[in-house]
């Protein structure tokens, strides 16, 4: 296993990592700095596009644009012209709540869940299936995070922070049904809330322990099968990428815009690449626009 510090510069809240192997790329945000980052891994080109407001993930979409969670909805960004056009918005958003974690499911839909910026409950699980068109799937969320599917995509994983357990829902891959959720992994033990994660190609779980310094891994029946202590205090969510989806791209903190999270590390908020793993990551699917 190898470690690497990406050559970009520092982010305050680096979160919501996704590969794009059409264009070779890796994209993320900076929540706190309100910005949607690229980076071209083979020239080393990067790119930034700035938001009118707190951007708390991303996801790929069709014909050269990105799907966003806004503080009060849901948008596209052409990545072109840096346009952002509004897809769906919150009703009646609260300026103590913004959307954070957010990931496509495998058909293409978009999952998304808010916070409440000081840890209240105001946060809801939402999906998005087409524009316009959203649903509440959870609701009286403080922290969302760790959303991701099983390969099959029949297993829709969750946490509010907060709590410091991931759960998992039974998902209809095809329909709408979302099961009662049920306990996949209580964090306690392990000295740290979970933040962002990813699944990998065996159906292993990968998570941030943004409190710990680490990333765990774990099998599809909520066993730790391995710990990763990474050169950061603060990891936040990891994803896989590469040519052949064998890297594990890590986001950071430095400073996550208030008093929660602040990191005198000399690597906080940096971009990390693992190799070595042995395991695969599966691409993400793109925001289906029908």
């Known amino acids: ?72 909805g849901f948008y596209l960004l052409q990545l072109a012209t840096g346009a952002i056009e509004p897809i769906a918005r919150l009703d009646a958003p609260d300026p103590l709540m913004r959307l954070n ?14 916070m409440g910026l000081h840890g209240e409950p105001l946060g809801a699980l939402h999906r998005l299936t087409a524009p316009g068109k959203l649903e509440t799937l959870a609701e009286g969320i403080r922290i969302s995070n760790a959303i991701c599917f099983s390969p099959a995509g029949d297993r829709l994983y969750f946490a509010d922070s907060l709590a ?50 680490k990333i765990a891994r774990i099998s599809p029946r909520g066993e730790v099968v391995a710990v990763v202590e990474v050169p950061v205090e ?13 890297v594990l791209f890590v986001t950071s903190i430095r400073g996550s815009g208030t008093a929660r999270m602040v990191s005198s590390h000399p690597n906080a908020g940096v971009l ?19």
Request: aromatic share 8%; hydrophobic share 40%; charged share 25%.
């Open 234 to 246: 603060f990891p936040t969510c990891p994803a896989f990428g590469g040519d052949a989806m064998d």
């Open 272 to 290: 990390l690449a693992i190799s070595g793993l042995g395991v695969r990551g599966i691409p993400d699917a793109r925001f289906e626009m029908t």
């Open 101 to 114: 974690d957010g990931k496509t499911d495998r058909t293409g839909r978009f999952i998304c869940g808010g």
């Open 1 to 72: 296993m190898k470690i690497d510090r990406l050559p970009v510069a520092s982010d305050l809240l680096g979160e919501s990592p996704v590969w794009d192997p059409e264009s070779g790329s890796l994209f993320w945000v900076d929540i706190a700095g309100r910005k949607v980052r690229r980076l071209h891994l083979a020239s080393g080109e990067e790119k930034t596009w700035s938001t009118p407001s707190l951007v708390g993930s991303i996801g790929l979409a069709p014909n050269g644009r990105l799907v966003m969670g806004l503080q009060d």
């Open 164 to 213: 410091r357990k991931i759960m998992v829902y039974d998902y209809a891959r095809n329909g709408t049904d979302v099961g009662a959720p049920r306990l996949f992994l209580d964090t306690e033990p392990l000295g740290s809330a979970p933040d962002g994660a990813t699944v990998d190609s065996e159906g292993h779980v990968w998570v941030a322990l943004v409190e710990a310094g």
